[in-house]
């Protein structure tokens, strides 16, 4: 999957503060607060179960899982997936909607609200199975960028290779010693802005990040210490990493 196809996973600005006021939220497939396990097996098209893990999470981290669309009633107990996003916390790993409840409630205000202002804390996972190395991986996400975006800019980032193409994003390339592969960003800089930096999990398993610009907050050290603790998180609920 190159940069441009995981791109689109996402909408460039992550829905704040999705819904976990609401009467009906634990029926609700990616508003849930519902902390019982689900238990996802992690396919791929080509090769199928293979031998990539589980993952056994709460369903108040997911955020999407492809082929179970946005819908009322929970997701069912044990499902199968090729792309699974999880929704939490930076620094406790905590799911987003049950975060955003507890801050609306200390608060006093509507969850969409404490979601707007826990902004710089959110953070999105995506989980798929990759039958290549992380290796190969890791290679073919570096190679895209100047696919994506061929003009290379005199402007790096803190070391980082910059690249525009036709688009209104900059993208970088990491390097060897980096947690991510690549990243895509807007181009203007806002602190609510969200970039998009491809990673690997564990081998087998690869997917990528989508949290606040790090060009804002700290650059690459920042990144680089966000995604190391996103695949903590991912980790913890993987039945091999």
């Given at each position: 999957?190159?940069?441009?196809?995981?791109?689109?996973?996402?909408?460039?600005?992550?829905?704040?503060?999705?819904?976990?006021?609401?009467?009906?939220?634990?029926?609700?497939?990616?508003s849930?607060?519902?902390?019982?396990?689900?238990?996802?097996?992690?396919?791929?098209?080509?090769?199928?179960?293979?031998?990539?893990?589980?993952?056994?999470?709460?369903?108040?981290?997911?955020?999407?899982?492809?082929?179970?669309?946005?819908?009322?009633?929970?997701?069912?107990?044990?499902?199968?997936?090729?792309?699974?996003?999880?929704?939490?916390?930076?620094?406790?790993?905590?799911?987003?909607?049950?975060?955003t409840?507890?801050?609306?409630?200390?608060?006093?205000?509507?969850?969409?609200?404490?979601?707007?202002?826990?902004?710089?804390?959110?953070?999105?996972?995506?989980?798929?199975?990759?039958?290549?190395?992380?290796?190969?991986?890791?290679?073919?996400?570096?190679?895209?960028?100047?696919?994506?975006a061929?003009?290379?800019?005199?402007?790096?980032?803190?070391?980082?290779?910059?690249?525009?193409?036709?688009?209104?994003?900059?993208?970088?390339?990491?390097?060897?010693?980096d947690?991510?592969?690549s990243?895509?960003?807007?181009?203007?800089?806002?602190?609510?802005?969200?970039?998009?930096?491809?990673?690997?999990?564990?081998?087998?398993?690869?997917?990528?990040?989508?949290?606040?610009?790090?060009?804002?907050?700290?650059?690459?050290?920042?990144?680089?210490?966000?995604?190391?603790?996103?695949?903590?998180?991912?980790?913890?609920?993987?039945?091999?990493?």
């Open positions: 999957m190159g940069l441009t196809l995981a791109a689109a996973v996402f909408a460039w600005a992550v829905p704040i503060g999705i819904c976990t006021s609401s009467a009906r939220a634990d029926y609700l497939h990616f849930s607060l519902d902390m019982t396990p689900v238990r996802i097996s992690l396919v791929n098209k080509v090769v199928g179960k293979a031998d990539f893990p589980d993952l056994v999470v709460p369903r108040a981290y997911i955020f999407f899982v492809n082929g179970f669309p946005p819908s009322e009633g929970p997701l069912p107990s044990q499902l199968s997936s090729n792309d699974v996003n999880l929704m939490f916390v930076d620094g406790t790993g905590e799911a987003w909607t049950v975060a409840a507890d801050r609306a409630r200390r608060d006093g205000i509507d969850p969409a609200t404490a979601g707007h202002r826990m902004r710089a804390e959110e953070t999105i996972v995506q989980i798929s199975p990759s039958k290549i190395s992380s290796v190969a991986y890791a290679d073919a996400m570096r190679d895209d960028v100047p696919r994506s061929p003009k290379r800019q005199d402007d790096d980032f803190d070391g980082l290779a910059h690249y525009r193409g036709v688009s209104s994003f900059s993208y970088y390339v990491g390097g060897s010693d947690e991510f592969f990243a895509r960003c807007q181009e203007a800089l806002n602190p609510v802005f969200q970039c998009l930096y491809t990673m690997s999990i564990t081998e087998g398993v690869v997917g990528s990040a989508t949290f606040v610009d790090f060009r804002l907050y700290g650059g690459r050290a920042y990144a680089n210490r966000r995604l190391r603790f996103a695949r903590e998180v991912a980790c913890r609920y993987l039945t091999r990493c």
